[in-house]
């Protein structure tokens, strides 16, 4: 897991460190999901079946949710070990922009 700094956009925590689920996988989901967006873009260009788009934009969707949802359960652990006071708070607020964000295509 990544350390957790404080300095992004309104001092918003930022992972710092790359480890098994840190930036580096992170990054490399994202890559993946930027693949299969290229994808859907070749498939439209091409006049592939709508259906067969609707299929890969849901994968692309599911992609980045799991970057997010990463983010949210690496600060919550790193929240905790550290023992920091307000991680529920912290915790929430990130669920509700999350949620919130994911809920769009709903």
Known sequence: ???????????????????PEGGTALRARLRRAEGQLR???R????????????TQLAAVKAAVDQVGLQLMSDRLRSCVADGESGCTQE???AMATFLRFAGMAR
């Open 1 to 19: 897991m990544g350390a957790v700094t404080e300095g992004g956009a309104g001092g918003a925590p930022v992972l710092t460190e790359t480890g």
């Open 39 to 41: 994808g859907v873009q």
């Open 43 to 54: 498939m439209l260009d091409e006049g592939a079946d709508s259906q067969q788009i609707l």
């Open 91 to 93: 915790f929430e607020d």
